[in-house]
């Protein structure tokens, strides 16, 4: 059996990490054993960011909503408890921007819930 050598197969490897690693510190940009370490940490902290990002926006539009109800002399669970009990079926990214850019149309939905 012929002998295979990896060495373009290596190389190409090596060479994807290294663009991967572009724009990291030091020898993380140009050392692959250090480039792959980084890369494997980033990846995790991309993995986890991706999943707190849906919470960080859910609490901000939680945020956005409590504000605009707290103006229509309202709490937020009140107004949600009302919602729900109405069978108006709008989420919380919904509720947020129309508090933000139709404040008129949020207050006949606060209305409608304090019924």
């Not at 030091?26 to 370490?37: D, V």
């Not at 986890?48 to 709490?75: N, V, Y």
């Amino acid at each position: 059996m012929t002998r295979v050598k990896r060495g373009v197969q290596k190389r190409a490897r090596r060479k994807k990490v290294i663009k991967r690693a572009k724009g990291f510190v030091s020898h993380r940009k140009t050392n692959f054993r250090a480039a792959n370490e980084a890369l494997m940490h980033a990846g995790k902290h991309a993995y986890r960011g991706r999943r707190e990002k849906k919470r960080e926006f859910r609490r901000l539009w939680q945020m956005r909503i409590g504000a605009g109800a707290r103006e229509q002399d309202i709490s937020y669970s009140k107004l949600i408890a009302g919602l729900k009990k109405n069978k108006i079926d709008l989420n919380r990214k919904m509720l947020s921007e129309l508090a933000i850019r139709f404040p008129e149309v949020f207050k006949q939905i606060v209305e409608t819930a304090k019924k």
